[in-house]
């Protein structure tokens, strides 16, 4: 079969499974309201979790960076790249989430690639959470090393697949909140398998870094964990974009003198860096803003407890309502459009068949009157 067909099939099967992606242009976003096509919406899709994206001390650190240091850092940073601020960001981000080193990457899906890709050889082993996200599992999936899926936040199913013999070396990966359920993964018990495993853990902190534990210090502080490998992403809680790996000295070595994903691209611009350590300020002093957060999603979860439709158990700001098909999660999210509330629906293969969902987010830019009026807005549609 050609390309020609091949794409021609892909896109057919596509839009006939209701599963066609269509990318809304917005023209305006401020965390709490959006507007797209001349309409102006509550938000309820963004990951930007503590609004940091409109804090007016991040844009003037990034306004302020791009002054002083340009647009971009113009080479790999193993080539002129690597700027003080990098440094700077790394050595506060190590410090701060208690490790030895920390190392940019200019998104969290290039960081698991790199680290999958680096670490994972033929004789390995991978077990991963079976929700883990899509840069995870593809990282896992192309690499030399053998891939298991364990069951959903089952530290005994993943018990079972660690009892088997290996010749090479076995990572364990899951995530801190998951991205689509927004539940949190039981982490303790995980790296206690996969310590008596003789494994190693990688954590993805996407959804948490920022928001839980103290400080913001993300689900790994939260439940006194230290994975050997922790990846924490900037453009979510952080408002940013960009992420970094947490780990020891020579792991940091090693992915500095052999990870190709790091040395053959282009270093984050520096004024991205500033922005994200003003960001990291913001979180250090944002227990007001995570409280506030946290108050919203008690609201909406004492509230939505009587819809019809299955509310994941979820402490996190992603609160999913699981409608099944992915006709009806549509149909869903258009009504609540209609009310005036903007809540993405995500279907297969980003989620399991048959569980298309709402995925809403909380954030603390939204008002108390907002959660109100998605509930209202909620309640109605259920009729
Ligand atoms: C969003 C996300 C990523 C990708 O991070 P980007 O910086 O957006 O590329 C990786 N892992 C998880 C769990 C995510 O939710």
Not at 56 to 70: D, S
Not at 142 to 166: D, G, I, M, V, Y
Not at 208 to 236: D, H, M, N, Y
Not at 359 to 367: D, F, G, N, P, S
Request: glycine share 8%.
């Amino acid at each position: 079969m050609g390309w020609s067909q091949r794409i021609d099939e892909a896109l057919t099967a596509r839009r006939a499974a209701d599963g066609w992606r269509l990318r809304r242009r917005v023209e305006h976003n401020s965390v709490r309201e959006i507007m797209l096509e001349g309409q102006r919406y509550r938000h309820f899709s963004s990951n930007d979790y503590l609004g940091l994206s409109q804090h007016p001390a991040v844009i003037a650190a990034w306004q302020q960076g791009a002054a002083e240091t340009g647009a971009g850092a113009g080479a790999s940073g193993h080539v002129t790249g690597y700027s003080r601020h990098h440094a700077q960001l790394e050595a506060e981000l190590a410090d701060w989430l208690g490790y030895s080193r920390a190392l940019l990457f200019i998104s969290g899906f290039a960081a698991n690639q790199a680290v999958i890709h680096l670490l994972a050889e033929k004789q390995d082993r991978i077990f991963a959470d079976k929700l883990a996200h899509a840069s995870l599992l593809d990282a896992a999936s192309h690499s030399p090393a053998s891939l298991r899926r364990f069951a959903h936040n089952q530290p005994e199913s993943l018990a079972k697949l660690l009892a088997t013999p290996s010749q090479g070396g076995t990572l364990v990966v899951t995530e801190g909140v998951f991205s689509m359920d927004g539940d949190s993964a039981p982490l303790t018990q995980i790296a206690a398998e996969t310590r008596r495993g003789n494994g190693w853990l990688l954590v993805d902190d996407a959804h948490g870094i920022g928001v839980s534990g103290a400080q913001g210090r993300g689900s790994c502080w939260q439940q006194q964990v230290k994975p050997e490998l922790l990846i924490v992403t900037f453009g979510k809680g952080f408002g940013v974009s960009g992420a970094a790996l947490l780990c020891d000295d020579a792991t940091a070595d090693y992915v500095e003198q052999f990870s190709r994903h790091l040395i053959y691209s282009t270093a984050m611009p520096p004024a991205q860096c500033y922005a994200l350590l003003a960001a990291l300020r913001q979180i250090q002093q944002g227990d007001a803003l995570r409280e506030k957060l946290r108050s919203h999603i008690a609201r909406f979860r004492a509230a939505a407890a009587d819809l019809p439709w299955q509310l994941v158990d979820s402490a996190s700001a992603i609160q999913p309502l699981i409608v099944g098909e992915n006709s009806a999660a549509m149909a869903l999210s258009q009504r609540l459009a209609q009310a005036g509330c903007w809540v993405s629906a995500i279907r297969p293969p980003t989620v399991p068949p048959g569980t298309a969902r709402l995925r809403i987010t909380l954030t603390a830019a939204h008002h108390t009157d907002d959660i109100d009026r998605l509930l209202e807005a909620l309640y109605d549609a259920a009729g």
